[in-house]
């Protein structure tokens, strides 16, 4: 494949050949941002040996992320990885100073170069010792990581690999519902298969409107929304509830909804139970259930943020139907079986999710972590 073209360790790939302005000399003085970009450093080596794509992922700088596809970038590691067999990497050495990222053109004056030497195994099956850098800039009093040489490799990567766009924009609520549908699928799938985990669509049952459905929760009829029935593992959705959210709010407010319920399955495949007394791993309270899977939610619109599916008209459509309707009516504690959090504690896990991805949402690797 010519993406990859003749490199062969995924550091190499994402970062020989950027043409850094590293300057001055390491000093006293640096001594504790030399020590914090080296851990970073080998933990993020340590990731991609280990092959937890997912998490190495989420540790990128935010500005990889505004360009980066999640579901892109995983299909990468997973083609480099798979063919090289990576052996424990050595540090040699780290450098502090100024840094351009080839794809945006931007300079970073913080930056540290990582100088490091790694075996790996060749396309004849030998094995070599590559001596490589990368490159992390500080961003919310963490080291993060670049990948990428040019736009342009960006923009093939994509091509390759992220989902097929829509033919064209949804015109009804029907075709906005099969179209949020596949790509929470197709996202999920692709994230569980990065980190080994099996994966199972949910159901997705349209409620009509005068329609109803026995689930294996209970009764749906118009007007109840939209809710996921880990009973049956079915996401059931209320069509004219979802049609007027759509008018009055906007298609993301939509996505918003069935993003929140697909979390639930998520949750589900994970072992991650609701429960009014957590007395084990994996069991949570209601309202950490809830503010998960909004935060859930904002891993799956970075996604599509990436793929410029989105817009900021359409994050605030999500916003203001996240501040405008969802938060818990006063009285409601966080202790209560049914919380959900106030509208505040629903926007920022969002958020957490957006800006943090699974690690945000204390969903590493797809393992939860509590």
């Given at each position: 494949?010519?993406i990859?073209?003749?490199?062969?360790?995924?550091f190499?790939?994402l970062?020989?050949?950027?043409?850094p302005a590293?300057v001055?000399a390491?000093?006293t003085?640096?001594?504790e941002?030399?020590?914090?970009?080296?851990?970073?450093?080998?933990?993020?080596?340590?990731?991609?040996?280990r092959g937890?794509?997912?998490t190495l992922?989420?540790?990128l700088h935010?500005?990889v992320l505004?360009v980066?596809?999640r579901?892109v970038?995983?299909?990468?590691?997973?083609?480099i990885?798979?063919?090289?067999?990576p052996g424990?990497a050595t540090i040699?050495?780290v450098q502090?100073g100024?840094?351009?990222?080839?794809?945006?053109?931007?300079?970073y004056?913080?930056?540290?170069?990582v100088s490091?030497?790694?075996?790996?195994?060749?396309k004849?099956?030998?094995?070599?010792?590559?001596?490589?850098?990368?490159?992390l800039?500080?961003?919310?009093?963490?080291?993060?990581w670049f990948f990428?040489n040019?736009?342009a490799y960006i923009a093939e990567?994509?091509a390759?690999?992220?989902?097929?766009p829509?033919?064209?924009?949804p015109?009804?609520?029907?075709?906005?519902?099969?179209?949020?549908?596949?790509?929470?699928?197709?996202?999920?799938?692709?994230?569980?298969?990065?980190?080994?985990?099996p994966?199972q669509s949910?159901?997705v049952?349209?409620?009509d409107?005068?329609?109803g459905?026995?689930t294996?929760?209970g009764l749906?009829?118009?007007g109840?929304?939209?809710?996921?029935c880990p009973v049956d593992?079915?996401?059931?959705?209320?069509?004219p509830f979802l049609s007027?959210?759509a008018?009055?709010?906007?298609?993301?407010a939509?996505?918003?909804?069935?993003?929140?319920?697909?979390a639930h399955h998520?949750?589900t495949?994970?072992?991650i139970?609701?429960t009014?007394t957590p007395?084990?791993v994996?069991?949570?309270?209601s309202?950490e259930?809830?503010?998960?899977?909004?935060?859930l939610?904002?891993?799956?619109?970075?996604?599509l943020?990436a793929?410029d599916?989105?817009?900021l008209?359409?994050?605030a459509?999500?916003s203001?139907?996240?501040?405008d309707?969802?938060g818990?009516?006063?009285g409601?504690?966080?202790?209560d079986p049914?919380?959900h959090?106030?509208s505040d504690e629903r926007?920022?896990a969002?958020?957490?999710?957006?800006?943090?991805?699974?690690?945000?949402?204390?969903?590493s690797?797809?393992?939860?972590?509590?």
């Open positions: 494949m010519r990859l073209g003749a490199l062969t360790l995924i190499a790939l970062a020989v050949g950027l043409a590293m001055g390491q000093t003085s640096d001594r941002a030399t020590q914090s970009a080296e851990d970073a450093a080998r933990q993020y080596l340590d990731l991609a040996i937890d794509y997912n992922f989420d540790y935010p500005d505004d980066a596809p579901s970038a995983l299909k990468l590691f997973e083609q990885y798979a063919a090289t067999n424990p040699e050495g502090l100024a840094y351009t990222w080839p794809v945006n053109g931007k300079t004056d913080d930056a540290a170069q490091y030497s790694q075996e790996f195994t060749d004849n099956g030998q094995r070599q010792t590559l001596h490589t850098t990368m490159y800039v500080p961003f919310q009093g963490r080291y993060r990428g040019s736009r990567a994509i390759r690999y992220a989902p097929p829509p033919p064209e924009q015109t009804d609520i029907d075709a906005l519902l099969k179209l949020v549908v596949n790509d929470l699928d197709g996202f999920y799938r692709i994230s569980f298969q990065a980190s080994g985990e994966y949910p159901g049952t349209v409620i409107a005068g329609r459905a026995m294996g929760c749906a009829q118009s109840f929304w939209a809710f996921y593992g079915v996401v059931y959705l209320d069509k007027d959210l008018q009055r709010y906007g298609d993301f939509v996505a918003y909804v069935i993003g929140h319920e697909w998520v949750q495949l994970l072992g139970e609701r009014y007395q084990r994996n069991q949570v309270y309202i259930m809830e503010l998960q899977a909004d935060c939610a904002g891993v799956w619109s970075r996604d943020d793929r599916f989105l817009d008209n359409d994050l459509e999500a203001s139907f996240i501040f309707t969802l818990d009516p006063a409601v504690g966080p202790f049914q919380a959090g106030t926007l920022d969002f958020s957490d999710g957006y800006d943090g991805g699974f690690v945000g949402c204390q969903v690797g797809l393992s939860p972590v509590r």
